[in-house]
């Protein structure tokens, strides 16, 4: 992980808090528990059980870390007091699709909080860095596999 700000939203912070209290409660108690049941199984050589909680608890134990960094890392952006003159991390855009004429409503977070299922795009993805700044009435143009994609940005507002 570099060593850059992670841009977060409060709801994303929260959401990153919650995961992390997880993990090392629960979520460290169930591994300890099947881990303590394939041991009682014996022969750890050839014992899948335990192979498998061993490799869970590598996973979780590096998503640890990962979140831990991530939130000392972390900024937290108040839409609250946005400029909202302009696209920046936080901020929610509705954006025109000019080829298609169709609406759609982006919120742009920090890489951490993208979901594209909930809307949320990250101010890394190709659509997030050429929004980034951008004002009401700009055309984004955005490469995509497909070809170029076009936007016209209607409206930016705090969430």
Do not use: C, W
Not at 78 to 92: E, I, N, Q, R
Not at 144 to 158: D, F, N, R, S, W
């Amino acid at each position: 992980m570099s060593n850059e700000e992670v841009f977060l939203t409060k709801e994303g912070l929260a959401k990153l808090e919650e995961e992390l209290r997880e993990l090392k409660g629960a979520g460290r108690k169930e591994l300890a528990a099947r881990l303590k049941l394939a041991i009682s199984y014996g022969d750890l050589k050839e014992n899948s059980e335990y192979h498998s909680a061993k490799e869970d608890q590598s996973f979780m134990e590096t998503r640890i870390m990962i979140l831990e960094k991530m939130l000392i890392k972390a900024q937290v952006v108040d839409a609250s007091s946005m400029d909202l003159s302009k696209v920046s991390v936080g901020t929610v855009v509705i954006l025109n699709d000019v080829e298609f004429a169709e609406k759609i409503e982006y919120r742009v977070v920090g890489p951490a909080e993208a979901d594209v299922l909930e809307n949320k795009i990250s101010y890394e993805s190709p659509l997030g860095k050429e929004l980034l700044g951008k004002k009401v009435g700009d055309i984004i143009s955005v490469n995509a596999p497909m070809g170029v994609i076009q936007y016209e940005l209607l409206e930016i507002k705090a969430d």
